[in-house]
């Protein structure tokens, strides 16, 4: 792996990779501010392979598929991620592509895609989960971007017009800090000349510093939906935590496998489903952002089961915060955290996004092996610290069933 830049100080990673009939691209550009209004970012996304100055979207959809190329593109709250794919002799025609896609979009069908976006965001809102996580991570990012979710989108959408979609890009590729990842079988002065001559005229913000706030929580809150129909209750707790750059960051992770991620294995799912029957799915998130991380709890369940769920999750907290994990559970921990990392450099598209994103965190590209080496190094006495500093702070609880269920048991769930 080696670490470079373009002529306009872009960020590159070259992760050679030989004998591989495929190369791969991740470009990030790293969001200095937040969208103005709740699904800017989610219309912007949606319109970047609608057509260009010079094709149509029936011409890009032709290319890619004729020639075997991947391409898209995803937006997050703290970037904006484009991903290609192709054989390694159309790396060039690739990057040609992507690059008008990325610099010269029309922004086309901006009205159809704003109600295609409206009719899809209300079906997948149909789903009591998804429901509940939409409220869950509404209240846990109350007056924050990271609580722009469906139905905060939903509320501003109308008042979003394609000129500020126009400027909020145009915000984009002017104030972000860009890196380019590359993954395959390459030669590396051919490669960098076409990275310069496809990507060597872009603005690069060398000055970065992310003005998208801070996240705090300052109480704990409870988030109830009421939904008569739901033949399932769906609960979630959760927490704000450390993230990427943390100390805590390789603890975390330990933890979370402990609880509730690792399957089978997991607390929660011995305790809540095996042995109380409570639910065919329990689980465990840690999902570190740019400026927090969040750990959660979810369970599906009987909504007669409501408060025993709940009492459930407090049982597990109450036990990791002054319990030390043995030997035996910890080590085993570790190993599922670190075997699942094989699964991340599988393929070449895997390796230009993980690369790519550890850069993007400020954490350093060839950050894998320190991550390994922290998890090797955690201890029982650090499990024991770091939940009690996660499980101490104010917390969201989110529930949805019907309301008979809710009603009995409202003043005794948070």
């Known amino acids: 792996m080696e670490k470079t830049q373009l002529n306009n100080g872009i960020t590159v990673i070259l992760n050679e990779n030989k004998n591989t009939p495929r190369v791969a691209v991740t470009f990030y550009l790293c969001l200095q ?4 209004k709740a699904g800017e970012n989610v219309i912007l996304n949606r319109l970047f392979l609608q057509g260009t100055e010079k094709r149509s979207a029936e011409d890009i959809a032709i290319e890619t598929e004729e020639n075997a190329i991947e391409l898209y593109s995803e937006m997050k709250a703290d970037y904006l991620r484009f991903k290609g794919l192709c054989l390694n002799e159309d790396f060039d025609y690739m990057l040609e592509l992507m690059e008008d896609i990325m610099l010269h979009s ?68 002017a104030t972000s800090k860009k890196i380019i990842s590359v993954a ?59 993230t990427y750059s943390d100390k805590e960051y390789a603890t975390l992770c330990v933890m979370n496998s402990i609880l509730g991620s690792s399957g089978l294995s997991s607390r929660l799912f011995l305790e809540l489903r095996e042995k109380q029957g409570l639910a065919y799915t329990v689980r465990t998130v840690f999902e570190p952002k740019a400026k927090c991380g969040t750990f959660s709890i979810y369970i599906g369940t009987e909504p007669k089961n409501i408060k025993t769920a709940i009492d459930g999750f407090k049982v597990e907290i109450e036990k990791i915060k002054t319990i030390p994990v ?55 006495e650090d499990i024991l610290k770091c939940a009690q500093k996660c499980f101490s702070a104010p917390k969201v609880l989110a529930v949805l069933a019907p309301e008979k269920f809710i009603t009995p048991v409202k003043n005794q769930i948070l």
Not at 33 to 36: A, G
Request: charged residues 35%.
């Open 106 to 173: 029309t922004l086309k069908d901006f009205d159809k895609e704003v109600i295609k976006l409206k009719g899809e965001i209300g079906a997948e809102l149909d789903s009591p989960k998804t429901k509940a996580n939409d409220t869950y991570y509404k209240t846990l990012f109350e007056n924050h971007p990271y609580g722009n979710t469906y139905t905060k989108i939903l509320e501003e959408i109308d008042s979003i017009k394609k000129e500020d979609v126009k400027a909020d890009y145009d915000d984009i590729l």
């Open 33 to 36: 501010n937040s969208e103005k």
């Open 326 to 380: 043995g030997e035996e559970e910890l080590n085993n921990a570790k190993n599922n955290v670190i075997g699942k990392r094989g699964f991340y450099f599988e393929t070449n598209a895997l390796i230009s996004s993980v690369t790519g994103m550890y850069e993007a965190q400020g954490l350093g590209c060839d950050y894998e092996e320190k991550f390994i080496n922290s998890i090797k190094n955690v201890t029982s």
């Open 184 to 242: 395959g079988d390459f030669d590396r002065e051919k490669l960098m000349n076409v990275l310069e001559k496809h990507f060597g005229k872009m603005t690069q913000n060398n000055d970065f510093s992310s003005k998208i706030p801070n996240v705090t929580l300052e109480k704990d809150k409870l988030a109830i939906v009421e939904k008569d129909d739901a033949k399932q209750a769906q609960i979630l707790e959760g927490w704000l935590c450390p």
